[in-house]
């Protein structure tokens, strides 16, 4: 634990001037997941800037007929929001499946998409980790995989000495949903605001692990606007873990599903757990489209999507498991939505 | 036999006496002891599994504002004794495992103390560690004994001819995962120096086990040292015995004299410093005739210790007892690594014990075509097999009866994996569970009439199971009176000396020395005393049963569904029945026994504290990643038992309750989910991935 500066600035003008000025400073949300790393030494900031009171905690109603959440809703209230739970139940559901009562009461909707993993490397800074301490290498590689990723890894075992290599999942619930939904991230960076679409905020490892997302120093999520999509009102979130609640998905999926007769006429699913990304699915939508909308589909349309799927050998049986259960999700949770839509 | 004590206080329902406080948090633990300025300690951990200190440079962290001290080997004072290579701390700059602790600094603030840990650069050596264990261990020896004393292997008759004679015959290797304590209170202490005396506020299962051990290591007279413990957030035998930490506070304060100083473990150095249970593996053998009578029962188990100091689970002592055979052998086997010190576990021996045994009579069950309860019963042993003693009392069988009752499982369809309901697979087992009924050998009691009211002294511990309730009821019954007439005072080492809280021991153990101070004090002052009146009374050794073979019986039932898409477990039921001798509050008996099984379901679902050998660590070392059975996980829970009165264990008649409920447990929930999917899982934790690939 190192000591930091606190600042609690007047506007979110303010802080992103702050933030932006001093390189080695943060934002803080609910502090649900920057607090135990700054205890961990995992986040080293110099300066800390509190946001929480100072973005928006209003969820409205937009002109086109979506929701602009403020940063500064806190995940119980964007679950129990009324409009949430009849137009976009797949976030309500994704919410209320993450972490406890009392960590969502304080965790925000600015803060939640931007947890960092829970690779146990990651967040242990006596082993190599690329993401932590970019170029240390990265232990995760044959080590406890359970919770890593499958798809957007390389196709062969990756080089645990190598500095581009990180084979972690993003954790969030939420974030998955969201990737489903097509919402829309509204920021204000140094430079002023800006808007871009929630399924390019993060991003896969590449040659830098140490960055999860696009967004540059200073860039403040203020907003997250969802938009209108009829199609979500018949949506769900299924999340499979390895105990009842309070765990991480081993998988997730989020799924909105418009079925005509027997035919797929929209879907959207995304996957959670898998990926270093909210894993938009986008290959087994193209597969579904248009297609019959039987199990047998679902399933082809799932095996379409984790063609390219790498298991992550490790320490306690590895992760290859999570090849089969998506599979298998992915089509029970595609086939609990038809029968919802013909009962 | 003894004269059982007329029950009248013993056996009520009555309220915790501590629970107001706990509820309104004005009890106090050890970190929180109110004392002035405190200083707090934070330790720092060696990073390799195993090496040699070249150097430390704590120059960073003492030039730290608020840094009061820095200790490390280089240092710090020398011990008394460094028998116990566990407590040996900071005496040498050998690494022993990843995790053991090379330097502790001492702060004004925790946070400043941490901060410190952190700049402390400690180089190393490092030698080539070997900390994973296998079935085949190069390395694998027989111990000299298995804890605490029991023998490391067992032969009785011609285990080859027995198992040639059988119809059938089940071989399968079970396996149980490492798993930590967890408390929910960590290891925490505040230790004052005042000149050559100490107080020591801790978190512990014995303030008189853990001053004994504090003096042999700092060559201390008793009289030295204060413990103080009042209140325990836990400990389920990781508090049994005082672990590095303990030392590292006490030798922090020495460094500071007059001034307290505070030490908790965080979460994850619990996981390198506080204990835990060895996995086991458990390749075993049953073999019987097609009427179920088991002919033969061969149980070798293998499992770990640590390279400084060696810790054996006694996992094969249960099925030396549990069941008839005509030829048995039991046998245990250590591979020494480079890992931290195991130590007690809730239900150590037992609780891993029962697992491959029961889950290999659920498949004998099954291979026969008789129901798992009646092949139970067909095994039930008249006299304890191993010493051919009489059992003070077995009701094992009665508690499969009336628990079949109370469950439902008459009519049982045997046939695996065939019940469906909606998207879930649903299935039933059972499994029976034990734990001997021990006495400590040493516990003294004080009895004083103090204005009116009978004051009993005992430095008993209460780990949250109810020694400040249970004790004044059995005082009540010794000395005939009111149990409001009676105050109990504990958690001190200024009260006389009392055995561990471990083992199941301790309310049999305390209890039995309140009643022999109870009729101490009577026959010095009759019933009309006058105040300050006062006598002493030990644990009555002449008293001690030893012609019966004396035992706690159950048999929990698991009702498990399976989802049929993704293989997740739930629990919806789970029930146990006990025969546990009295009952002496059946409010706080109810919580042990639910608490038990409990853990119990945590073992079988989820406790595994995953081992990265490339390393020498657990990996998922904190309460996020490792998974403990949360509230959602647990469906309807159901303890009830059976009248028993054992006239041969002590003169409540009561037996201990502590452990009994989590042993069997995991065989249950593992032959459950079996009669839900037809998938044996014969390793825990019973992960989704472990049946996915054989549900429909
Ligand atoms: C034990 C445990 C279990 C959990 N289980 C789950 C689970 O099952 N599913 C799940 O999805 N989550 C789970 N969580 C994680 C939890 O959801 C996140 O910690 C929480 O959503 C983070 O939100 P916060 O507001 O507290 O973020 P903070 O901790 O305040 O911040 C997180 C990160 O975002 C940055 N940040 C915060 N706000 C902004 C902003 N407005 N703009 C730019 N940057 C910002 C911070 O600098 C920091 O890097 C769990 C957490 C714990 C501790
Ligand atoms: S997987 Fe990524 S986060 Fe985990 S250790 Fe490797 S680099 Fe670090």
Redesign the pocket.
């Known amino acids: 634990m190192k000591p930091f500066a606190f600042a609690r600035p007047g506007s979110v003008a303010e802080a992103v001037r702050e933030v932006s000025a001093e390189p080695n400073a ?11 790393h700054l205890k961990l030494g995992v986040a080293r900031p110099d300066l800390v800037v509190d ?1 929480r009171t100072l ?1 928006s905690r209003e969820t409205t109603d937009t002109a086109d007929g979506g929701l602009l959440v403020g ?1 500064a809703v806190s ?1 119980s209230e964007l679950a129990a929001d009324r409009r949430v739970r009849e137009h976009y139940p797949v976030l309500a559901q994704a919410l209320l ?3 406890n009562g009392q ?1 969502r009461n ?3 909707v ?3 998409p ?3 993993t829970r690779c146990v490397y990651f967040q242990d800074v006596t082993t190599a980790c690329n993401k932590r301490e970019p170029g240390s290498g990265c232990a995760a590689v044959g080590g406890y995989t359970r919770y890593h990723a499958v798809l957007g890894v390389p196709a062969a075992l990756p080089d645990a000495t190598a500095a581009d290599t990180c084979i972690a999942t993003h ?4 974030a998955v949903a969201l990737a489903a939904l097509d919402a829309v991230v509204h920021v204000l960076g140094p430079q002023g605001a800006r808007t871009l679409p929630f399924r390019e905020l993060h991003r896969l490892p590449g040659d830098d692990p140490s960055r999860d997302t696009v ?1 540059g120093h200073g ?3 203020t907003a997250i606007e969802l938009p209108p999509l009829p199609m979500a009102a018949r949506s769900t979130y299924r999340k499979v873990r390895d105990r009842a609640s ?3 998905a081993l998988v997730s999926v989020a799924a909105a599903l418009d079925v005509d007769g027997d035919t797929v006429r929209d879907v959207r699913l995304a996957l959670g757990g898998v990926a270093h990304v909210p894993w938009r699915a986008t290959r087994a939508e193209e597969v579904l489209r248009g297609g019959p909308a039987t199990e047998h589909a679902f399933r082809a349309a799932a095996e379409a999507e984790l063609a390219a799927a790498q298991p992550q050998p490790g320490v306690d049986g590895g992760n290859g498991f999570k090849i089969p259960l998506l599979t298998r999700t992915i089509t029970a949770t595609l086939r609990d939505l038809t029968e919802g839509a013909t009962s | 036999m003894t004269d059982l004590l007329e029950p009248r206080a013993m056996g009520r329902d009555l309220v915790r006496r501590d629970g107001v406080q706990k509820v309104r948090g004005t009890a106090t633990y050890a970190y929180e002891t109110p004392v002035e300025s405190p200083a707090f300690c934070h330790p720092v951990q060696a990073t390799v599994a195993r090496g040699r200190i070249t150097g430390i440079d704590t120059e960073a962290a003492e030039a730290l504002d608020g840094v009061l001290a820095v200790l490390t080997s280089e240092n710090a004072e020398r011990l008394a004794s460094t028998d116990d290579a566990e407590l040996a701390v900071l005496q040498s700059p050998d690494v022993a495992f990843r995790g053991q602790v090379v330097g502790v600094v001492v702060a004004e603030t925790s946070e400043l103390a941490r901060q410190g840990a952190d700049l402390v650069v400690v180089t190393y050596a490092e030698q080539e560690h070997d900390s994973a264990l296998t079935v085949d261990h190069p390395g694998l020896y027989a111990p000299e004994k298995v804890n605490p004393s029991y023998d490391t292997d067992v032969v009785q008759g011609d285990v080859d001819a027995e198992l040639a004679a059988s119809a059938v015959v089940v071989s399968h290797t079970y396996a149980t995962a490492m798993v930590h304590n967890n408390p929910l209170e960590p290891h925490a202490s505040t230790a004052l120096w005042d000149g050559s005396s100490l107080t020591l506020w801790d978190s512990t299962q014995g303030v008189h086990p853990d001053r004994k051990a504090v003096c042999t290591v700092f060559g201390l007279e008793e009289e030295q040292v204060r413990v103080v413990c009042p209140y325990v957030g836990g400990g389920f035998g990781s508090k049994g015995t005082p672990h590095a930490n303990v030392v590292l506070v006490t030798m922090a304060a020495r460094a500071l004299p007059g001034r307290p100083v505070k030490l908790a473990l965080t979460r994850q150095q619990m996981f390198s410093l506080a204990g835990y249970r060895t996995p086991t593996i458990q390749r075993m053998q049953l073999g019987a005739d097609r009427d179920g009578r088991i002919r033969a029962l061969t149980l070798d188990v293998v499992e770990q210790t640590s390279r400084i100091k060696e810790f054996a689970e006694q996992t094969g002592v249960p099925a030396r007892m549990m069941y008839t055979a005509n030829a048995r052998r039991t046998t245990h086997r250590l591979a020494a690594l480079d890992v931290p010190v195991p130590s007690w576990f809730r239900a150590p021996g037992e609780c891993p014990g029962m697992f491959g045994p029961e889950v290999a009579m659920d498949e004998l069950a099954h291979e026969l075509g008789i129901d798992p309860i009646e092949l139970r019963v067909r095994n039930d042993p008249e006299r304890d097999p191993e010493t051919g003693q009489p059992w003070s009392s077995r009701h094992l069988v009665e508690c499969l009866r009336e628990g079949a009752e109370r469950f439902g499982w008459a009519g049982r369809d045997p046939r695996p994996g065939v019940r469906r309901e909606g998207r879930w697979l649903v299935g039933t087992g059972v499994a029976s569970s034990v734990y001997p009924t021990m006495r400590q050998a040493q516990s003294t009691a004080d009895v004083r009439f103090e204005d009116g009211r009978y004051v009993v002294e005992i430095g008993a511990a209460d780990l949250g199971t109810g020694a400040w309730t249970v004790l004044p009821q059995i005082a009540a019954d010794a000395l005939g009176v009111d149990v409001d007439d009676v105050e109990v005072r504990i958690g001190d080492t200024r009260y006389p000396i009392a055995s561990v809280a471990g083992g199941s021991s301790g309310t049999n153990t305390w209890g039995s020395a309140i009643a022999v101070a109870a009729r101490e004090f009577r026959g010095k002052f009759g019933t009309d005393p006058r105040d300050g009146d006062e006598a002493s009374g030990q644990v009555d050794q002449a008293d001690t049963d030893d012609e019966h073979a004396t035992y706690a019986f159950g048999a929990q039932f698991v009702e498990a569904r399976v989802d049929v898409d993704t293989g997740e477990v739930r629990v919806p039921r789970l029930l146990g029945v006990f025969a546990c001798g009295r009952i002496l509050n059946p409010r706080t008996a109810r919580s042990q026994f639910i608490g038990g099984m409990t853990m119990g379901l945590s073992m079988a679902l989820h406790e595994n504290s995953v081992w990265d050998p490339r390393i020498g660590q657990v990996a998922n070392h904190d309460l ?1 990643e490792y998974h403990v059975t949360v509230n959602a996980d647990v469906g309807d829970v159901q303890a009830h038992w059976l009248d028993e009165e054992d006239p041969y264990v002590n003169v409540m008649g009561a037996k201990g309750i502590g452990e009994i409920g989590i042993v069997g447990t995991a065989a249950a929930v593992s032959n459950a989910v079996w009669h839900a999917t037809g998938v044996r899982v014969r390793e825990l934790p019973v992960t989704l991935d472990r049946l996915l690939t054989a549900l429909p």
Not at chain 1, 26 to 36: K, P, S
Not at chain 1, 171 to 174: A, F, G, I, L, T
């Open positions: 943060v934002f803080l949300g609910g502090g649900t997941n920057l607090v135990d946001v973005t940063a995940n499946a993450g972490a960590l304080l965790a925000t600015g803060g939640n931007l947890q960092r954790p969030s619930d939420m967004l860039d403040l999520v309070y765990a991480f | 996020a």
